[in-house]
């Protein structure tokens, strides 16, 4: 009897656990399920405004959530610009760029004339003055009027193309090309600069195509007409800038501290200043004397000693003379020419020319802003004293050092400004 209660219990709780277990799951279904949305209505949600710390970190460098898996960088809002001065400094930028081209493939076509021309005339010349040694040695008649007069015209063709390799300075026009290529392509990275990070306006097209045509006069292409003079009666620094504007660096003027200008710094700069006047312009533009005074002897020789082997060829058989004059003279051509187009000596004046013209463009930058008596019309100090160090290829310290002991010394220094060369 007790066996036959406890089954009849037991079913009776089961069934009402199970029957509180059905309406849980009714109830969690009921919770769970979206109620059914009727045609042409929606179901608006409020948006969550809670951040998590992600978000706050991607925020805080510089990026905002646009979606759950997407983030777009935050950019500062751009500056009004003149649309019209972006393209026209993109203009400029394509023609800075076929410049750029142009005199780089300028460059190694006269270096190519002046390998060739070498070459040519010095083979010319020990031809000529073979052919004379070998008339000397014949016994006469038609060969030797033959030798003498092959040796003689061929001495006179070697005259005339020394005549003109000597005016136009094949290795000079050359180095004059790979400056003119390596300051334009400094000049576009300057435009796309501007145009990448600063708000261009009509100012800067003006300065930029000033930067152009000063570049263009400075190094010109043609060599009839506007060729740079080879032999100048002085020797002046290298020139290619337009006139300096000073350019106070956007958002870093005026209210800056005095734009980072001190009197501290000024005499620092008045300093380099004048050690570069004193040592390194002045030393570039001695040595670029020497070159030239060499450059012109050698033009001078060269000619000059194949004319008169063209003479002593021409009398061969008139003394022994005329067979000395021809054939030594000739050699001495062939030296003479060698040392003059083989070293390139008329590179070597116009490199220094250029180191001089660099130092004295740094020296007119310094000086347009000390000039300037409103600090906040020149450019950011700091920034400034930087660009000079890395130009001179010093860092601050030894920048601050070089015033420091120039102040102290005064002409008793004998350190250069400059460590690049």
Same mark, same amino acid.
């Given at each position: 009897?007790?066996?036959?209660?406890?089954?009849?219990?037991?079913?009776?709780?089961?069934?009402?656990?199970?029957?509180?277990?059905?309406?849980?799951?009714?109830?969690?279904?009921? =919770?769970? @399920?979206?109620?059914?949305?009727?045609?042409?209505?929606?179901?608006?949600?409020?948006?969550?405004?809670?951040?998590?710390?992600?978000?706050?970190?991607?925020?805080? @460098?510089?990026?905002?959530?646009?979606?759950?898996?997407?983030?777009?960088?935050?950019?500062?809002?751009?500056?009004?610009?003149?649309?019209?001065?972006?393209?026209?400094?993109?203009?400029?930028?394509?023609?800075?760029?076929?410049?750029?081209?142009?005199?780089?493939?300028?460059?190694?076509?006269?270096?190519?004339?002046?390998?060739?021309?070498?070459?040519?005339?010095?083979?010319?010349?020990?031809?000529?003055?073979?052919?004379?040694?070998?008339?000397?040695? $014949?016994?006469?008649?038609?060969?030797?009027?033959?030798?003498?007069?092959?040796?003689?015209?061929?001495?006179?063709?070697?005259?005339?193309?020394?005549?003109?390799?000597?005016?136009?300075?094949?290795?000079?026009?050359?180095?004059?090309?790979?400056? %003119?290529?390596?300051?334009?392509?400094?000049?576009?990275?300057?435009?796309?600069?501007?145009?990448?990070?600063?708000?261009?306006?009509?100012?800067?097209?003006?300065?930029?195509?000033?930067?152009?045509? %000063?570049?263009?006069?400075?190094?010109?292409?043609?060599?009839?007409?506007?060729?740079?003079?080879?032999?100048?009666?002085?020797?002046?620094?290298?020139?290619?800038?337009?006139?300096?504007?000073?350019?106070?660096?956007?958002?870093?003027?005026?209210? *800056?501290? $005095? @734009?980072?200008?001190? $009197?501290?710094?000024?005499?620092?700069?008045?300093?380099?200043?004048?050690?570069?006047?004193?040592?390194?312009?002045?030393?570039?533009?001695?040595?670029?004397?020497?070159?030239?005074?060499? *450059?012109?002897?050698?033009?001078?020789?060269?000619?000059?000693?194949?004319?008169?082997?063209?003479?002593?060829?021409?009398?061969?058989?008139?003394?022994?003379?005329?067979?000395?004059?021809?054939?030594?003279?000739?050699?001495?051509?062939?030296?003479?020419?060698?040392?003059?187009?083989?070293?390139?000596?008329?590179?070597?004046?116009?490199? *220094?020319?250029?180191?001089? $013209?660099?130092?004295?463009?740094?020296?007119?930058?310094?000086?347009?802003?000390?000039?300037?008596?409103?600090?906040?019309?020149?450019?950011?100090?700091?920034?400034?004293?930087?660009?000079?160090?890395?130009?001179?290829?010093?860092?601050?310290?030894?920048?601050?050092?070089?015033? =420091?002991?120039?102040?102290?010394?005064?002409?008793?220094?004998?350190?250069?400004?400059?460590?690049?060369?």
């Amino acid at each position: 009897m007790a066996s036959i209660r406890a089954s009849n219990v037991i079913p009776s709780s089961f069934s009402t656990s199970s029957s509180r277990c059905r309406r849980e799951i009714m109830t969690v279904k009921a =919770t769970i @399920n979206m109620p059914k949305l009727q045609n042409g209505s929606s179901l608006s949600l409020p948006k969550l405004t809670t951040m998590g710390l992600v978000e706050k970190l991607q925020l805080r @460098n510089g990026y905002k959530n646009t979606t759950t898996t997407q983030f777009e960088k935050l950019s500062p809002s751009p500056k009004a610009s003149d649309p019209m001065a972006i393209e026209k400094l993109y203009a400029i930028m394509e023609a800075v760029a076929n410049r750029v081209e142009m005199h780089k493939n300028m460059g190694e076509q006269r270096n190519n004339w002046n390998n060739l021309l070498l070459t040519s005339i010095n083979s010319i010349t020990l031809t000529a003055s073979l052919m004379t040694g070998v008339a000397a040695m $014949g016994a006469g008649g038609a060969p030797l009027v033959a030798l003498k007069l092959s040796s003689t015209l061929l001495y006179l063709a070697a005259t005339g193309m020394l005549l003109v390799i000597n005016k136009i300075q094949p290795s000079q026009l050359a180095e004059e090309q790979r400056n %003119a290529a390596r300051l334009f392509k400094q000049l576009y990275e300057e435009i796309r600069t501007t145009v990448s990070i600063d708000t261009p306006n009509s100012n800067d097209v003006k300065e930029t195509t000033a930067k152009v045509l %000063a570049l263009d006069r400075a190094y010109p292409l043609p060599l009839l007409g506007v060729m740079l003079e080879k032999f100048p009666k002085t020797v002046e620094p290298a020139v290619w800038w337009a006139p300096l504007r000073n350019r106070k660096a956007k958002g870093l003027g005026g209210k *800056n501290n $005095g @734009n980072n200008w001190n $009197g501290e710094l000024e005499g620092e700069m008045r300093e380099i200043v004048t050690v570069l006047n004193r040592k390194d312009k002045e030393d570039y533009l001695r040595l670029g004397k020497k070159a030239l005074k060499l *450059n012109k002897i050698l033009a001078i020789s060269g000619p000059l000693l194949t004319g008169l082997a063209a003479f002593g060829s021409a009398f061969v058989g008139h003394g022994s003379w005329a067979v000395v004059l021809g054939v030594v003279a000739g050699a001495l051509s062939t030296v003479v020419n060698t040392i003059e187009h083989g070293v390139q000596v008329g590179m070597v004046f116009e490199m *220094n020319r250029s180191n001089a $013209g660099f130092f004295k463009l740094i020296q007119e930058s310094v000086e347009s802003n000390l000039k300037e008596r409103e600090v906040e019309r020149r450019e950011n100090g700091e920034l400034f004293e930087m660009k000079v160090a890395l130009q001179l290829g010093r860092s601050l310290s030894e920048l601050r050092d070089l015033a =420091t002991s120039s102040a102290m010394k005064g002409e008793a220094n004998h350190e250069f400004a400059s460590k690049l060369f």
